[in-house]
């Protein structure tokens, strides 16, 4: 395996993998993509082995019950599937499809300061959560925010996602800070 010079802050996880599939070295793959197979459709995986960027190559991949499996070129045993188990599954952003206007990617939305309109610091967006209904931000209280509290605010844009800044960092929200 040869070591990729890939920043790893341009790089994004689309998925993981989970458990070994078969005799053959295939293995399941978590995918966070919609729909699901589209992370099959990335041809230049990336993967952290030993604290370093390592391509991985996806010979072939397949919809499998509910979920998703993947052969890897040179992964042909359960036990060698076995080593990739957690593993994140990150591509160049520069491979990723140019959203519209006032689309977002979640990684792009994850690390955010969130402000209410008032200007409240609530805190930091830890990660996304999808629901079914609607997403939701978890954000996460900081040392400089109105509290350590975390809170669970859907992803409602213009009802209650006011205003994102990526170029700040922040976004305003219509949210009550006592929530």
């Known amino acids: ?26 293995i399941k793959v978590y995918s ?13 995986w990336q993967v952290e082995c030993d604290g370093r960027l390592t391509p991985v190559k996806l010979e072939a991949g397949k919809r499998h019950g509910k979920g998703l499996i993947a052969k890897l070129a040179g992964v042909n045993t359960p ?9 994140e599954i990150k591509v160049s952003a520069s491979e990723l499809p140019q959203l519209e206007t006032g689309e977002y990617y979640w990684s792009q939305l994850e690390n955010l300061l969130v402000y209410t ?17 609607n997403d939701v931000l978890v954000v996460k209280g ?38």
């Open 32 to 44: 966070y993509t919609d729909p699901m197979e589209n992370i099959l459709n990335y041809s230049s």
């Open 79 to 87: 036990e060698e599937a076995r080593l990739w188990n957690g593993r």
């Open 117 to 133: 309109e008032s200007g409240v610091l609530l805190g930091r967006v830890s990660h996304l959560m999808e629901t079914g209904a």
């Open 142 to 179: 900081t040392a400089e925010s109105i509290d350590r509290q975390q809170r669970l605010i859907p992803w409602l844009p213009d009802q209650v996602v006011k205003e994102v800044d990526l170029n700040s960092g922040s976004m305003r929200v219509d949210w009550d800070p006592d929530f």
């Open 1 to 26: 395996m040869s070591v990729t010079s890939e920043n790893a802050d341009d790089l994004v996880v689309l998925g993981r993998f989970t458990a070994p599939y078969g005799v053959k070295g295939w």
